[in-house]
């Protein structure tokens, strides 16, 4: 009976009570207990949740940045290193093969076979007469090498035609290197021809440079489309072997001027050489070319290491302050990448703060110290060099 009236009392809680109770059952009893009710987050601990998952979101969202940013930087790096390792693998298997002059056997003694001078823009311009070399696993290498005048052939090798059959060409090939025809142009082409002649590649490149030699300001491309070679546009013959070059310049040692370091100054190197002038100085046949040639490279980076801006006043040629709209994204001057290009003239300088450039060598790397007007770009780059021993002993 008494478990009874228990039970009737244990009927007697409310249906929610019952609900929400979590209390065990013991011996088939409902045990008379208070059933809390089960708790929700407040609104301080939603707060500060909250507040955590946004600042682990912060986090991994930095880090995802500072990620992307490293690989970027990385990927400009690596195309500017490309681009400098193509360009003077090219260059190198191209001075490997230089000879001396004549150019050929049946040319004049005065015939340029290697050359260093400036372009309209005050850039170095370089052409040199080299042997052929893989060329000769082309049908035209082959019958250049090995034909005769007598077969009639009249077409030159322009470096397009390697399966043509081309008129004789004593083994030898014209090359020139120059930036592109422009103040501002970050290009660099090739052309290549044979048989060197009198008139040929090197003396019309040549001829262009002397007759627009300081007329920077008339673009003188339409002087190479009007002059001819081999019945084609002078600059037809070019192909492009590198973009984003900021520059490009040659050192080269000269054992008669005595050459004794890669430092400028007395004993340093010369960056021009003519060897007709050195036949008409008397110089002896060991001179005819340099000995060695220093290879100097700017490449221009992609972002976001592109180093670009403005001239913010005008900067007359004897200067050695340039003032810039801003020189935070240029190379710090310790670590031998301290040059700056603006228009054709490459400048050194020693010291860069704020907006200035200080400490400014003019003219380097055989470019010529020019006035410049403000606005005009000011562009810098990576840095690469390398020493390139030439065949003297031809």
Known sequence: MNNELHITDARDCTRSAIANCSLPIVHGEFPIASCSRRRGFTLIELMVSTTIMLMLGIIIIGFLRGALGMSRTGAARGQAYETAQTVMRDMANDLAQVVAAPAHPDGQDDDCAFLVMQDPFGRQMLAFTRAWGEEQRSTAGYDAGRGSSQQGYSQDFSGRNVTDAIRPSHGNLEVVYIMEPTPEGTRLYRAER??????????????????????????????????RIGGEPLWDQFHLVADNVVAFGVELWDDWNRTMSWYSGPAGPVVTWSMGQRRAEGKPPQYQLPRALRLTLIIGQEPPLTAETTLDAELPAADNSVYVGETDAFADPGSGAGFIRIDGEVIAYGSRSGRTFGSCARGELGTRASAHKPGAMVMGGEVFRRVIQLPVAR
């Open 194 to 227: 044979s048989p060197p002649s009198a008139g040929g590649l090197i003396d019309q490149m040549a001829a262009w440079c002397a007759d627009y030699q300081g007329q920077g300001d008339i673009v003188p491309l339409g002087a190479l489309q009007n002059a």
